[in-house]
């Protein structure tokens, strides 16, 4: 029997490794067997792209791949699932686990149980370290439970689905997000906001919200969740509604980066200071994120792009983000506010504090020029930090707005920011500055307690 199949609807993922002399093909680094009755069919692809990638792997037949990449055509005609083989049972898998405060992660076999109603279960392919996976780990300054499996930012596919949910299946490539979007409550239905009743943000929670049970365990002990997430686990399970489902032609191990910190300082500039063509931005930190509103305002057009730091050796990494000029306030003895209203002729037009240092905040305020100017917060200060201001400075029509994830909405909002990568409107490999092995992961810990790059991409099957 022979299968012909239009290509236009065979898109051939950039990590697809097929061997017709084994039982088995590689996608996105996962093994999967071919199941029994298929049948080998010939592909009649005039597509040079997926021509050549045959060619490339020396096939000259192989299983009939559907565009969800779960599944094969058999020889009756009918799609097989190959990711069903571990659905409603326990997986046993390597995490990396926080037993202690500021104690190294240690590389343990979990259990992980099957995904209960509204949930996913995921395999993670990569993921990536964030300084809040640091912030609670430390458990400086904040109530933390231990022991818990850490990790937010990272890219995946879905391994099996719970009770209700309809719209991911076995196969869907996804980012988990720390914060999600229900559809259902007053904030996921306004257009102004992605703060969601349900699913926003729990830094407290270590369980699953359907049972406020742990998905994870040691000899029945339960290991607990960190924000919903959890991906320093080969395996997680997540909520529904704190998973987008993306492009599957999409690099993982690019994307992934997206899931937390870029889309966080992207969407402080596009979605809330929305700077001009031709407009002056200041961006207060240039780690990860501030170098991510950096990259918001270059894709927006501002002609000054002025970035404040205290660490001048950042200055010329900046660079690559469209930074155009720099300030560091040690360089100074007056307020920083002030030397940029002097630089600018009375203040910036839009500026994105992304320190938490409250100092920085009020500066970033009070640097953009009355009338129209307008500042965003995105860092996260202490929880005893008060904000002081002349009240004159709001008088004067200044603007002073706050964001949380960017504004982006996870589940309608992140694939498109996925797509401004694919369409190379978004750069994301210079944010990729380390990448580790999972067995490595403390060294990932390291590099950002020494300030050294700027994400460092964890590789889960090596």
Not at 342 to 364: K, L, W, Y
Not at 391 to 408: A, D, I, Q, V
Not at 448 to 457: A, D, F, N, S, T
Request: charged share 20%.
């Amino acid at each position: 029997m022979e299968l012909s199949y239009q290509a236009n609807h065979f898109p051939i993922p950039s990590s697809l490794f097929i061997n017709p002399n084994k039982n088995f093909f590689v996608l996105d680094h996962v093994k999967y067997k071919y199941p029994t009755k298929s049948n080998v069919l010939h592909h009649h692809s005039t597509s040079r792209n997926t021509s050549s990638i045959f060619r490339q792997n020396k096939l000259s037949s192989s299983a009939l791949y559907t565009s969800s990449h779960n599944s094969v055509i058999s020889e009756e005609g009918n799609q097989e699932n190959i990711m069903s083989n571990t659905a409603g049972q326990v997986i046993r898998c390597k995490a990396a686990v926080a037993w202690e405060a500021g104690k190294p992660l240690v590389i343990e076999e979990v259990e992980v149980a099957p995904p209960q109603k509204m949930e996913v279960r995921l395999k993670i392919l990569y993921t990536s370290l964030c300084h809040t996976d640091i912030y609670f780990w430390e458990a400086k300054g904040q109530n933390s439970v231990f022991p818990r499996i850490l990790g937010h930012e990272a890219a995946g596919i879905v391994e099996s689905v719970g009770e209700g949910v309809t719209e991911l299946a076995p196969g869907d490539h996804v980012l988990p997000v720390f914060t999600g979007e229900c559809k259902n409550c007053a904030h996921c239905k306004s257009e102004e906001s992605n703060m969601c009743s349900l699913l926003r943000i729990n830094t407290d929670r270590g369980v699953m919200i359907h049972d406020e049970k742990s998905r994870f365990s040691i000899n029945g002990k339960p290991i607990y969740h960190f924000v919903g997430t959890s991906t320093f686990s080969e395996y997680t399970v997540v909520h529904v509604g704190c998973v987008a489902k993306i492009n599957p032609l999409a690099p993982l191990d690019k994307v992934c980066v997206l899931s937390c910190g870029i889309s966080t300082g992207l969407g402080a500039t596009l979605n809330v200071a929305k700077p001009t063509k031709g407009s002056s931005v200041a961006v207060f930190g240039l780690g990860a994120v501030g170098l991510a509103a950096a990259e918001g305002a270059r894709i927006a057009g501002a002609s000054r792009i002025i970035g404040i730091d205290l660490n001048a050796s950042r200055f010329e990494l900046a660079k690559k983000f469209g930074v155009t000029e720099f300030v560091n306030p040690k360089d100074y003895s007056k307020p920083v506010q002030e030397v940029i209203a002097e630089m600018t002729d009375g203040g910036v037009d839009r500026s994105v504090e992304c320190t938490g240092h409250i100092d920085a905040m009020i500066s970033a305020f009070e640097c953009v020029h009355d009338g129209w100017g307008v500042a965003v917060l995105v860092g996260v200060p202490h929880k005893e930090a008060v904000f002081k201001t002349h009240p004159m400075n709001l008088l004067n029509e200044r603007t002073l707005k706050g964001t949380f994830f960017g504004n982006y909405k996870p589940r309608s909002d992140l694939p498109s920011v996925v797509e401004k990568y694919m369409n190379k409107e978004l750069e994301l490999e210079k944010f990729i500055t380390h990448q580790l092995p999972f067995s490595e992961i403390n060294k990932a810990f390291d590099l950002m307690l020494k300030g050294e790059g700027l994400r460092c991409i964890i590789h889960m099957d090596h």
